[in-house]
């Protein structure tokens, strides 16, 4: 208080012990007793000096103050006085300088109209409503409670049974009688007492008759029976208001971790509305798990947790809505604005709202948090922040209140804040719960200020015993008194009134001293005595428990508008971060220039006239921009889901849906990599004389994409850390680049994971394989060279061409390989059955099942006739005669093919020699000779393998049609142009794009269960 305004008071009080008869001895000592709590030695007998010379006899006050009380009504002295004060004082400390005038006139009864008159004047000037004026009056005034008539008055005296607070706050309080004073415009409270018993106020105590303030966390007792709360006053103030009934009952509740170490042992409480909880407790007592086992984030191992009679583990559907949760950790959205975060969860909340209604929430919401003016600021991270610390929690608890929850839970909302920043969220949350719902907030290291606030503490040693339950200063007094200290009654300083809460664990803590003086590590008390103890005083909870179902406000969003929401909000949160946006739209050019101008290459050393047609590093181009597809896929996926982690916790509270969640992630990442892929084959396409594919490259990029994104997904939902999510990547990536086919062939892999005449299984589940083999089969066959129409047949040069290669191989190898079987089969005639055979590894019944297997191949490719002797192809069966009448039906065969590939080469060349200028630049512009070696096996030395019973085709496999086998049966060679599904014959680019869609599809189904952290979750249950 400051010298002018102390001055100013001392001559209010003169001025008013002046009236009528002068001064008393009890006012002098009511004023000296005043300052005395106010100032030190020295400045209390300056000021009682200047007191005693305004009301010194010899002194006028003013000449007709004595004729006319009117006059002082006008009196310019007092309206100065007042004047001055009003200036500096809140309207919380005008009404204590009120009371305090008040209790002046009181010590001497003189209630006369010019001391009166003095108080209306203050009264006017500082602008106290009439009716808490008269209210403070009354209060001041009156001894006898049953005089007082008011409803901001509350009184405890024998026979009163209005109430069950009443009743319970009065037990054995006979001949007491308590006055309690609220004056709502600044809730402030106020107390007196009348009684034979002395009666302490905070542990320390008060005369009787005198006027206290009763402060948050206060607590009114005498040596027996109930203590007066001041949550218990607070609720019969508050009687009437329609606060909804809330129980919330802990029984017996005990946590293990997954290796069976108990966090939580055995707690046992209750709470209800209008309570403000605090949990304390050393670092690892368990104080958050205690928050998230009532929170019903972590199921309890024993026990139940309930609200209103549901149980909030299994019940937590009823409960929807009605439970909040605030963490430690920031649950913000770095690049969103202050206002956008608390918009897209009020928006999370009320589906029911349009846009203007939801906004005006908001704006409401930031007015009553004091972030108005911060609304269109960005959020900003922990390590670059734009708001401040203070700010950014107020706006965590505005997260939660938007959608007004019945119980809210707040796990450390100081740590880290300055301790104005720190008052004033404890003060937001003591709000909270006057308003009608139940708090709790683990808190640490908390002010005195900040203690007192609380209606109850839970207390809790390591190993989670739970050591105290109640009353925050009663806490101090009940350790002190199991410690024997001196001062065990006193529960707050009695130079001060500040409670120091540091003295509970210095007393749990406490440790042995050796012989030596010094302290051991051992506690004198253990965690389980101090609990033991505390459970043997505790008294049973006799409250009716609540069994209405607990009010929500929420109305959900449907699922179509939630996706919306989840899009939008990551939409915006990406664009607004320029960095993010400046990556995510240059990185895929960028690289593809630096990989298109690197491998742009001319073999000719004395030519400057690039050709894409002989270029040898296309097949290595396509595959590289498989990898940087799936690359960029991965990256910007990986972290999506870990990063909204704290989020989702938080949002599991609202029931939102997964799916509307997980579908947006993937619609705005599909957007980017549908962006990306463009971007990179606009560069690198038109850099390396690809012409006329843009299409076909940026489908299978994008689809490549896409499936990454859902891998990244999976990832990023999985494990919980950067580190491994990114060490994780590289083991995805490796795999898919040696298993696309462009590293390594299949047929020179490990023979355990590969076969002759297909894809090897493991390389079917990798999506390059599928995007490399539709880039590199689509180049090939697709490009305008390999489509030149060559007759009016629509006959193209790729499909002649595959009619040549198709007829010599069955001329050139598969006959020829074919008689060859034959021969073997022949001289086995006269062998006799024990005899190995021939061909080695082969028998008579393979070579015979070969033979018709291989005949039927020729029948159907060549048009012939079936050959008249098939039935002699098994034994027994099979002589020397059909083998010669089979010879020499597949020597006419091989006419029959030499013919069509000779005719059919003819056709090409006229084509050629037609329209050879135009042919040889199309080849120049759009066929690329190293792709041809590597899709057609050019240096294959085992053009024809034998697979069990049958001929694999291993040349030209770009030419070489699979054969229908099986509705389901797609499976075939590597390039092979087309491919069978559901008795459909597909081209292999179209085909191959579904299946990686359907792969992506797959992992979306994946990622919707939860399937790999589930399995991860549950290898962590075995210990290695």
């Known amino acids: 208080m400051s010298e002018e305004i102390l001055k100013a008071l001392i001559e209010l009080f003169a001025l008013i012990v002046k009236q009528d008869d002068g001064i008393i001895k009890e006012e002098r000592d009511y004023v000296l007793n005043f300052l005395d709590k106010q100032l030190n030695i020295n400045t209390l007998i300056k000021y009682m000096l200047l007191f005693d010379e305004l009301t010194s006899p010899g002194r006028e006050v003013k000449d007709d103050i004595e004729s006319n009380s009117g006059s002082i009504r006008e009196s310019f002295r007092i309206l100065n006085i007042c004047k001055q004060v009003n200036k500096t004082l809140n309207k919380g400390q005008k009404i204590v300088v009120l009371i305090h005038l008040y209790e002046l006139i009181k010590i001497s009864k003189k209630f006369t109209h010019n001391r009166i008159d003095i108080i209306s004047v203050v009264s006017e000037v500082f602008r106290i409503i009439p009716a808490e004026f008269a209210a403070i009056e009354q209060f001041v005034k009156n001894d006898d409670p049953r005089e007082i008539r008011n409803p901001s008055i509350l009184i405890f005296r024998p ?78 103030f508050h009687s009437s208001v329609n606060t909804q009934k809330l129980s919330f009952r802990v029984r017996n509740v005990s946590y293990r971790l997954p290796n069976h170490q108990k966090i939580l042992s055995d707690l046992s409480f209750s709470a209800e509305q209008n309570n403000l909880v605090g949990i304390m407790g050393a670092s690892g007592s368990g104080k958050t798990t205690l928050l998230n086992v009532m929170s019903g984030i972590s199921k309890p191992a024993t026990g139940t947790v309930t609200l209103n009679k549901l149980d909030v583990f299994r019940d937590n559907g009823k409960l929807e809505g009605v439970i909040g949760y605030v963490p430690q950790d920031d649950l913000l959205i770095e690049d969103l604005t202050v206002f956008e975060n608390l918009y897209y969860a009020a928006c999370q909340c009320f589906g029911n709202k349009s846009h203007e209604d939801t906004s005006g929430l908001v704006e409401q919401m930031l007015a009553s948090m004091g972030l108005s003016d911060k609304k269109d600021l960005k959020v900003g991270s922990v390590m670059d922040k734009v708001i401040s610390g203070g700010q950014r929690k107020r706006l965590n608890i505005a997260l939660e209140l938007i959608r007004q929850p019945s119980v809210l839970f707040v796990d450390e909302p100081t740590s880290g804040l300055s301790s104005k920043d720190s008052e004033n969220i404890m003060v937001l949350l003591r709000e909270l719960a006057l308003k009608g719902k139940l708090v709790f907030t683990v808190i640490h290291q908390p002010s005195s200020d900040i203690y007192k606030m609380f209606d109850k503490v839970i207390i809790l040693d390591q190993g989670g015993f739970m050591v105290y339950y109640g009353n925050p200063i009663d806490s101090v007094i009940y350790f002190k008194t199991l410690d024997s200290q001196i001062d065990a009654s006193e529960g707050e300083c009695m130079a001060c009134g500040n409670v120091n809460p540091e003295i509970i664990f210095k007393i749990l803590e406490k440790q042995v001293v050796d012989e030596f003086g010094n302290y051991t590590e051992t506690r004198k008390v253990k965690p389980r005595e101090w609990s033991e103890k505390f459970k043997s005083q505790q008294l049973p909870d006799s409250a009716s428990e609540a069994d209405d179902q607990p009010e929500k406000n929420l109305h959900q ?42 491998i742009r290459y001319i073999p000719d050393q004395s030519s400057l006239v690039y050709h894409f047609a002989e270029n040898d590093n296309i097949p290595t181009y396509i595959f590289m921009c498989v990898i940087v597809s799936l690359f960029l896929g991965l990256t910007i996926s990986a972290e999506e889901i870990f990063h909204d982690r704290k989020i989702l916790r938080r949002e599991q509270f609202l029931n939102l849906s997964r799916g509307s969640y997980l579908s947006a992630k993937v619609a705005l990442l599909a957007v980017i990599s549908a962006l990306q892929s463009l971007l990179f084959v606009l560069v690198a396409n038109p850099i390396l004389g690809i012409k006329g594919m843009l299409l076909y490259y940026w489908l299978a990029l994008f689809a490549t994409a896409v499936c990454a994104n859902m891998i990244g997904l999976i990832i990023s939902s999985t494990f919980n850390s950067v580190i491994t999510i990114y060490v994780v990547v590289p083991l995805l990536i490796i795999p898919m680049m040696v298993l696309s086919g462009a590293m390594f062939p299949f047929n020179k892999l490990n023979r355990n994971i590969t076969r002759i005449d297909k894809v090897p299984f493991l390389a079917e589940l990798m999506p390059t394989r599928w995007s490399y083999e539709a880039l590199m089969v689509s180049q090939f066959m697709n490009n305008r060279y390999s489509s030149m129409p060559v007759d009016g047949k629509k006959e193209t ?18 006959i020829p390989s074919t008689i060859s079987v034959i021969g073997h089969a022949k001289s086995r005639l006269g062998s006799e059955p024990g005899n190995p055979p021939v061909q080695a590894g082969y028998g008579p019944e393979e070579d015979l099942h070969l033979i018709r297997n291989e005949l039927k191949e020729i029948t159907e490719a060549s048009g012939l006739p079936e050959f008249a002797m098939a039935g002699s192809l098994y034994p027994g069966r099979f002589t020397a005669g059909a083998a010669d009448s089979l010879v020499s039906w597949l020597g006419y065969a091989a006419g029959v093919f030499n013919h069509a590939a000779n005719s059919t080469a003819g056709l090409k060349d006229r084509f050629i020699n037609i329209n050879g200028l135009n042919v040889r630049s199309l080849e120049k512009l759009y066929y690329n000779y190293k792709l041809e070696e590597i899709v057609t096996k050019y240096y294959e030395t085992d053009k024809i393998l034998r697979y069990k019973d049958s001929f694999v085709q291993n040349m030209n496999p770009v030419y070489n ?41 797959f992992s979306y189904l994946i990622l919707y269960f939860d399937v790999l952290n589930r399995i991860v979750r549950l290898t962590k249950r075995f210990k290695i």
Not at 797 to 814: E, G, L, P
């Open 557 to 598: 969003p449907g699922k179509l508008r939630q996706f919306a929401l989840f899009f939008s909000r990551d939409l915006k949160s990406k664009i607004s971060n320029v960095q993010y946006v400046l990556l995510t739209v240059l990185v895929a050019p960028v690289l593809a220039f630096i990989l298109a101008f690197i």
């Open 961 to 1001: 049609d699979p054969s229908f086998k099986g509705l389901l049966r797609f499976r075939t060679h590597f390039f092979a142009p087309s491919k069978y599904f559901l008795g459909i014959r597909i081209s292999t680019f179209s085909f191959n794009i579904l299946f990686i869609g359907l792969i992506a599809m």
């Open 797 to 814: 040069i790729y499909s002649v061409q595959k009619k040549i290669n198709q007829a010599d191989f069955n001329s050139a190898y598969r």
């Open 159 to 236: 026979g009163i049974t209005a109430c069950e607070i009443c009743n319970k706050v009065h037990e054995r309080h006979e001949d007491t009688a308590v006055i309690f004073l609220m004056v709502p415009s600044v809730d402030l409270y106020f107390v007196k007492y009348y009684s034979n018993d002395q009666l302490s106020l905070n542990g320390l105590a008060i005369v009787k008759g005198q006027i206290y303030s009763f402060a948050e966390g206060s607590v009114l007792r005498s040596n027996y029976g109930h203590p007066y709360y001041f949550s218990d006053i607070f609720a019969r």
